[in-house]
């Protein structure tokens, strides 16, 4: 039996020695791929951080044409009621974006052809009023 013993030991070695030398090609591929550096810190930026301000201009235009612009920061009014010129307007509007601009134009039109109407109406009425001045210079 102790030969068989001493046999079983030796093929136990045997199969011991053969496995370290499939291992240890494991492990030197393993040394061999470099090592992987740690990531470096983050680096703070030094710029400056954006502060936003909120500014809201209400822009508001009557049929007649007057317009009047009032300009808010933070819920509190910092301009109201100031008087801008619809040529201002409609510039601005133009500036900002296409379809603003169009929805403006439409009422700073409407607005031009009130103030053509009424100037025809007064030019009419001053016809008259200059006619009449002339019959009573005449006499």
Do not use: C
Not at 11 to 24: I, L, Q
Not at 45 to 74: C, D, F, M, N
Request: proline share 4%; charged share 30%; aromatic share 0%.
């Amino acid at each position: 039996m102790s030969t068989e013993t001493e046999t079983e030991q030796a093929e136990t070695v045997a199969t011991d020695e053969s496995s370290t030398p499939a291992a240890a090609p494991e492990q030197v591929a393993v040394a061999e791929q470099p090592a992987k550096k740690p990531r470096a810190p983050r680096a703070q930026s030094t710029a400056k951080k954006t502060r936003t301000v909120e500014l809201t201009l209400t822009v508001t235009g009557t049929a007649e044409g007057e317009w009047q612009a009032e300009l808010s920061q933070g819920g509190k009014r910092v301009l109201q009621g100031l008087s801008v010129p619809a040529a201002a307007v409609s510039r601005a509007a133009a500036e900002l974006h296409e379809d603003i601009s169009k929805a403006i134009e439409t009422v700073i039109d409407a607005a031009r052809e009130q103030h053509r109407a009424r100037m025809e109406e007064l030019e009419a009425e001053l016809s008259k009023v200059k006619a009449a001045l002339a019959d009573l210079q005449e006499g």
